[in-house]
């Protein structure tokens, strides 16, 4: 299978992420819920906190991670898979990207296969909707000001943006961009996410909040967190 889609260069503009109606749970695209796909043998992730799985949020397909990229259908490198704590909500500091309680893995997008969810009730790690995404490219580099423009042009609620590819954080809180564990280096973003569409089957980020995936080239490491 081929990995698409998210491409992160260094145009002047904001790649959002809009809804494209519900996805297949094990499609190798750029998605919010479903299943994760990883390599063989590759293990649900733990909460630090609590000891317990945690629910699969997103994956996201990375092109060219900081190089420009000329072409949007160009292969991908790797595939992030972000993982968030929610066995007891609010109490494993599942915001932070340092506590534990979330992950943001990357993979080489060679072979990969749907990951077993641990436990008898693996429903609870996984979203209540697979929301597939399209990406439209908006000449502004604010994003608040392209995800008004899209919306103005298209008649779309902006509910049905999920978020951005690459770019530069939109903040709700002061800059938290995280710093490589290997390297120290800031980290650039990979992905910006809403909460989702419909609140009954929304990812949890304190309640209209807003989370960030972040990683550093060099070292393929990944850092998530939100804000609210």
Known sequence: MRCRW???????????MTYAGPGEPDALITRTG??????????????????????FLAQI?????????????????????????????????????????????????DVLQPMAAPGPNED??????????????IPDADYFSAREEWGK????????????LGGEPDWLQGDETPTCSTCTQPMILVAQLEEGPD?????????CGRAFAFACVPCTQAAFLWQC
């Not at 299943?35 to 733990?46: D, I, K, V």
């Open 61 to 109: 397909l990375i092109t060219g991670l900081g190089r420009p990229v000329g072409d949007a259908d160009t292969q991908a490198d790797r595939v992030m898979a972000i993982f968030m704590c929610q066995n007891d909500p609010g109490m494993c500091d599942e915001w932070s990207p340092t506590a534990g309680s979330n992950r943001a893995l990357l993979y080489t997008c």
């Open 199 to 207: 609140h009954t089957t929304a990812m949890n980020f304190g309640g």
């Open 6 to 16: 998210a491409v992160i260069g260094s145009d002047p503009m904001t790649t959002l």
């Open 153 to 164: 042009h298209s008649g779309n609620g902006l509910e049905n943006v999920l978020g951005q």
């Open 34 to 55: 479903g299943t994760p796909l990883a390599p063989a043998g590759a293990a649900w992730p733990s909460c630090a906190k609590c000891s317990g799985p945690m629910q």
């Open 124 to 137: 609870v790690l996984r979203l209540g909707a697979v929301n597939a995404v399209t990406l439209v490219s």
